[in-house]
């Protein structure tokens, strides 16, 4: 067998920092996954944990993230 690749692990900095990136658009995706050497799927989904709408449920006052498994890697915190 070959030489097996160790997983890379991302701060949540990074990943916020990429994402938000991504939201802005000035960029693509894949410009984006070339640049920090990502895969532009991950970024995408990087894209959608950080963005504000797509994390916050409007649940009389408790917001929920519902794009992460767990909700304390929400990039986005309520003020509630």
């Not at 160790?6 to 996954?33: D, H, M, P």
Request: proline residues 2%; contains cysteine.
């Amino acid at each position: 067998m070959g030489e097996r690749k160790k997983r890379q692990v991302f701060s949540s900095e990074f990943k916020a920092k990429v994402g938000l990136e991504a939201i802005r658009g000035l960029k693509t995706v894949n410009e984006l996954g070339q640049e920090y050497g990502v895969h532009p799927v991950q970024i995408s989904q990087w894209k959608k944990a950080s963005n504000p709408r797509s994390c916050l449920k409007g649940n009389g006052g408790r917001s929920r993230c519902r794009n992460t498994r767990n909700r304390s890697d929400c990039m986005v915190r309520s003020g509630a």
